[in-house]
């Protein structure tokens, strides 16, 4: 008889999820097979579970892009990972490795990629299949507890924070400081940037600030674009959004410089109005970053094994996911929830 594993699946979009016992997948030729310690719980699993963006995952899937675990199986044509070795399965699972952007580092848009925790099955499970190629490799110093956050919220922004293009001593504005927020602020100080830190949440702000924010704005008392522009001479070099929520967006664009940069990465379903004049006129360019490359990726992890960025970590076991997607939903989580699914 198959060994079976404690799963949480997406049955039905906008449903809670279901716990189920599923079949212990086997690694195909090229995949590993990884035993679960820790998930983190990404607000893109909130969107994946509600079905939201226009590209929808097939149902029943396991969500999670956020897992650490040990290796405990290789399939047979496997050279480049070990049983026993310990990674990370992220949201960019695979790619063709072939395409002109696979070519150019930027496997991250490949037609073909793969997606964990929504083309393929996630970490809220005991165990996950991954393919090699494509898996984080944790640093020997981090917990997988540690490590969960970074390999989706820390890879995004430290990404998303070298597309602003901004250089030590500019200003960064980082809207919405949640689980990608608070490892913004670290990753943008630790790279030698002015930090600027934008939230509804006063509670977040605090955060922002004992992470090391020099200036914090609640958006909720109004657009903290004019403030902004005052406060360093013209607005941020470079602008990330985070926040899931369209207002924010808008927003950013007015906190940008001339000449900077406002990159998205929040992902709220939906579009914003983007004044034309203003863009133009200011030579501001928008950009989009989505995830980052394996590149970035042991760079964003050797950050935190330098101790120069470290995730703040609520842990949960997997039978509390219904709950913490809820509070998610309300912005109810201080930094990020990482489920232990050791425990
Ligand atoms: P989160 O819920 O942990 O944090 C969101 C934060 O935004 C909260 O602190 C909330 O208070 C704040 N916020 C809400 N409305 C705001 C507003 N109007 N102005 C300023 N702040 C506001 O979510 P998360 O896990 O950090 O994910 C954030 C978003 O990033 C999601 O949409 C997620 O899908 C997306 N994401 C994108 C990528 C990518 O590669 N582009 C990767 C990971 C996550
Ligand atoms: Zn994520
Ligand atoms: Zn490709």
Redesign the pocket.
Known sequence: MAATMQVAAVKQFGSPLVFEEWNVPSPGPNQILIKTEACGV???DL?AAKGEWPIKPTLPFIPGHEAIGTVTAVGASVTTVKEGDRVGVPWLYSACGHCEYCLSSWETVCPDAQFGGYTKNGGFAEYLLADPNYVAHVPNGLSSIEAAPLI??GL?TYKGIKETEARPGEWVAI???????HLAVQYAKAMGLLVCA????DG?LDHAKRLGADLVFN?KAGDPAAALKKETGGGAHGVLI????L??FKQGIGMTRKRGTCVL????PGEFPVPLFDIVANCISIRG???GNRKDMAEALSFAADGKVKADIELQPLSAVNRIFER?EH?D?PARVVLDLTA
Do not use: E, Y
């Open positions: 990404c607000h893109t969107h989706c919220a995004t809207s919405g400081v949640g689980g990608l927020g934008v939230d509804i949440d977040k958006a985070t926040a899931p929520s207002i924010a990465v929040g992902l709220p970053s989505f995830v998610l912005g989580v």
